[in-house]
């Protein structure tokens, strides 16, 4: 079965601070791990992907297969950075399987 | 590209009554997907559709939920006789293909059974 944990609900820092929001995940085989963000009132968009191992908006995400953990991180948070963030999994087919999200807030 | 559409945004209904959701995939794209986000909890796979084909519809209801992406027009998913606890966000999604290609997703319906 696939299983997504994502164990803070809420995480709130200061501007310039790091950020990193905690993912773990529960697959036999090899899993595709994302990262999906959700500003206010705007639509759920892909934030990356672990495959592509890029930096988008300054966050990056490594898969960690032994702890088997995606944590999400950036060094200096910024305002604009508040929104919910959802850690998804893709195993061998299609179904994405989605944690229960942790919304991050950046205080000024 | 107008992105996946969803509509209504916002459904009141009644208990007893039916719920239709629509969503218009992205252009080029043949494959939808609905998610379901229940209050505090992570979005549910429900089904996966292909234009006039259900290739996957294991995360739906057995009973009152239904889903279908004719040849022409957007994909239904139809709830009979809802019930309270079915008051959620309805998410569809879109993709050219299936694995291995990005889900676009839409703004959601949000749906709500007094």
């Known amino acids: 079965a696939q299983r997504v944990t994502q164990p803070e609900k809420l995480l709130s820092v200061f501007k310039g601070a790091p950020v990193e929001l905690k993912c773990n995940y529960s697959?036999?085989?090899?899993?595709?791990l994302f990262w999906y963000v959700q500003y206010s009132r705007q639509r759920l968009q892909l934030l990356l992907r672990h495959i592509s191992r890029e930096s988008i908006k300054g966050f990056t995400a490594d898969l960690n297969k032994g702890e088997t953990s995606f944590h999400l991180k950036k060094p200096f948070a910024q305002e604009e950075d508040s929104a919910m963030y959802y850690c998804a999994l893709r195993g061998s087919n299609y179904k994405l399987t989605f944690g229960k999200g942790t919304l991050l807030t950046v205080n000024p | 590209n107008a992105g996946v559409m969803q509509n209504p945004r916002h459904l009141v209904r009644r208990r007893g009554q039916e719920a239709r959701l629509r969503c218009s995939p992205m252009k080029g794209h043949s494959h939808v997907y609905w998610y379901r986000q229940l209050p505090e909890e992570g979005l549910k796979f429900m089904v996966y559709?292909?234009?006039?084909?259900?290739?996957?519809e294991s995360g739906m209801p057995k009973e009152r939920f239904s889903a279908e992406f004719p040849k022409e027009g957007p994909s239904i998913l139809r709830i009979q006789q809802v019930v309270r606890g079915d008051s959620a966000a309805y998410f569809c999604?879109?993709?050219?293909?299936?694995?291995?290609?990005?889900?676009?997703f839409g703004p959601g319906t949000r749906l709500t059974v007094t």
């Open positions: 559709l292909q234009k006039e084909n259900i290739i996957d």
């Open positions: 999604a879109s993709s050219r293909r299936d694995s291995g290609y990005e889900q676009y």
């Open positions: 697959y036999s085989g090899s899993p595709e």
